[in-house]
């Protein structure tokens, strides 16, 4: 069962664009959001987090944005490059208990100059 | 570079057979998280460890086994590999054994599996 759902699976977007990507998810006990960005070859790293006790969380051209009524959050890339092009995956874990992420399917941007 | 190292990078192996895949963690972190990675499924939670002991398991198969030794390096044991289990392995660390005020996992390279 995938406790965290993204969309889409893919997004081109042209440079200086923005990319939005969403996710949804089930435990309303979740209470950390991160969004991880793994580029080709690599392991996922941590791009940018965010706590349900905020509605949005901004950094550099990274913002998070947090619906904890509807249990969505996306993030949105402001001004995309194509270095940005990268798999982002949103995921979410619990305030207590093991810090075990639950990921989403990932989301492959590429983003054309 | 996260500072978590895995090894082998590569491994091709035949089904029916046992590999291990190995992890040594960031310096002073005491948490190791293993993830499996598929086209499909994406990022997996396999297990974690905690100072030497399992913290969580998730969609870890019998197959399957790991443990953590005292110089907090891991090891993920598969074995009786079949096709599916054809797969990007990945080994996190972190610096603390859970709750999501210790934010972030250090994610290695993976150790790429390919079952023939």
């Known amino acids: 069962q995938q406790q965290v759902k993204q969309s889409p699976q893919s997004l081109i977007v042209q440079k200086g664009g923005i990319s939005i990507i969403n996710c949804a998810y089930e435990?309303?006990?979740?209470?950390?959001f991160p969004w991880y960005q793994q580029f080709p070859g690599k392991g996922p790293a941590l791009l940018i987090a965010?706590?349900?006790?905020?509605s949005e969380k901004k950094e550099g051209r990274f913002t998070i944005s947090f619906n904890k009524s509807a249990k969505q959050f996306s993030l949105h890339i402001m001004d995309s490059q194509p270095g940005d092009s990268a798999t982002y995956f949103c995921?979410?874990?619990?305030?207590?208990?093991?810090?075990?992420?639950?990921f989403g399917t990932g989301t492959r941007l590429t983003v054309i100059p | 570079d996260s500072g978590v190292t895995q090894t082998p990078k590569h491994l091709i192996t035949a089904t029916g057979q046992r590999v291990t895949l190995r992890c040594s963690p960031r310096?002073?972190?005491?948490?190791v998280y293993w993830y499996q990675q598929s086209l499909d499924q994406g990022l997996q939670f396999l297990i974690q460890y905690y100072n030497g002991e399992e913290r969580a398991k998730g969609n870890i198969l019998e197959r399957f086994s790991a443990q953590q030794f005292p110089d907090l390096h891991s090891e993920l044991n598969l074995s009786s590999l079949e096709l599916g289990d054809s797969a990007l392995y990945f080994c996190a660390s972190s610096v603390g054994a859970g709750g999501s005020h210790t934010g972030e996992l250090f994610f290695g390279e993976g150790s790429r599996l390919t079952v023939l």
């Open positions: 995921a979410s874990c619990y305030q207590t208990g093991a810090n075990n992420l639950f």
């Open positions: 435990n309303t006990a979740f209470d950390y």
């Open positions: 310096s002073g972190d005491l948490s």
């Open positions: 965010i706590r349900p006790d905020v």
